[in-house]
């Protein structure tokens, strides 16, 4: 399985972004997808997930309101559209994908994620 996300750039506060995730490969295994994000000097940390059950969408307190997660099985792709933009945004976006379904709760801790894509750049300029 591989992702590949796409979609970061520089903009400022106020505007949006459209993340987007491309998975290739045996995307069969894949149960549920995530986003997290990681700014420089700080840990990787959870922003969204949907499940592929329900269609749950999950969001860090954070992102709550601003930020929506959606899948496209047809296409295998995962999005995440980004409005309200603020600098402590910033951060290098990565998404993720589960081998199996767990409950709400664990989809927050990054080590329940099986597979990784290579991250993109979000710069949000004040």
């Known amino acids: 399985v591989q992702l590949q996300a796409s979609g970061g750039g520089l903009v400022q506060a106020g505007d949006s972004l459209r993340l987007s995730c491309a998975t290739s490969g045996r995307t069969s295994r894949i149960y549920d997808m995530g986003w997290f994000r990681q700014a420089p000097g700080k840990e990787r940390e959870f922003v969204s997930a949907?499940?592929?059950?329900?269609?749950?969408?999950l969001y860090a307190d954070s992102v709550k309101g601003r930020f929506t997660i959606s899948r496209v099985r047809g296409e295998n792709m995962v999005y995440l559209q980004m409005n309200s933009l603020r600098p402590e945004d910033t951060a290098v976006y990565y998404c993720?994908?589960?081998?199996?379904?767990?409950?709400?709760?664990?989809?927050?801790?990054?080590?329940?994620?099986?597979?990784w894509g290579q991250g993109t750049q979000v710069t949000v300029s004040s």
């Open positions: 949907i499940r592929r059950s329900d269609n749950k969408q």
């Open positions: 993720a994908a589960t081998g199996r379904n767990y409950n709400s709760g664990s989809y927050f801790n990054r080590n329940i994620y099986d597979y």
